[in-house]
């Protein structure tokens, strides 16, 4: 059933950060746990909680990757979503990054990977 949507996530420290954020997406990317059914290609718009800033971050972006209920590993369900070109997604991407600094190149289960 596709859908376009807005979804709310909280990441409360680096780490949670860390484990959504999708770094080998062109352009930036961040998985965001729901058990909302959505298809590849859908618009989406994500309201992002980060630790260190008052207000959400806005996140425009299409569906790129889909774990669905019960999937392998016991990973959460939800969808990835790859920031639009946007002057919100590049600044959610450089935000995001710039929280992760020194942390994108480590060896750490993600979401996704």
Avoid: C
Wanted: hydrophobic share 40%.
């Amino acid at each position: 059933m596709a859908q376009q949507g807005i979804l709310n996530t909280t990441l409360r420290d680096k780490d949670s950060l860390y484990r959504a954020y999708m770094s080998f997406v062109h352009g930036g990317g961040l998985f965001v746990a729901t058990t909302k059914e959505f298809d590849l290609g859908d618009d989406v718009f994500v309201l992002a909680t980060l630790e260190d800033i008052d207000e959400r971050l806005p996140i425009p972006g299409k569906v790129v990757w889909i774990t669905p209920p019960g999937a392998q590993g016991n990973r959460r369900a939800g969808i990835g979503i790859r920031f639009s070109e946007s002057a919100d997604g590049v600044h959610a991407r450089k935000v995001i990054e710039s929280h992760l600094a020194g942390l994108l190149n480590r060896d750490t289960r993600t979401e996704t990977m």
